[in-house]
């Protein structure tokens, strides 16, 4: 498995499926619905916002993350996809064995498809600035 490190790969994941847990949302993405034939490696992105916390325990956090993801059995992860693991608050204090049942199930749970964006329509254009008007009075 690889590490996500691009932030339009990030973005890119982030439109995908996702699944929530306590202590972290999967978000995943199958490489090869934007049309590419892609056989490259699973790869995985961690993230966490600042809004869990200072420095330190958001790089606690991660680390988690990570060594959740070193302990899962690659047979759980399905090819061609790419995933972004986004830390909550509760990976400080959550077991780490009820947290690694959790992402077992977040891979193997039917994932629910989201398509993120601000103001979308359902003909996929995005609303435009609104018309200047004039300030002159007549």
Known sequence: MDRLRQRADFLAVANGARANSPAFVLQSLDRRSLGRDDSGPIRIGFTVTK??????????????????VKRLDPVSVQPHHDYVLVGRRDALSRDFATML???????TKPARHTHKGRGSRPDGLRPGPAPATSRKPD
Do not use: V
């Open 101 to 107: 049942d959790d992402l077992r199930i977040a891979f």
């Open 51 to 68: 809004k869990n916390g200072n420095a330190p325990e958001r790089n606690r956090i991660r680390r988690r993350l990570r060594e959740l």
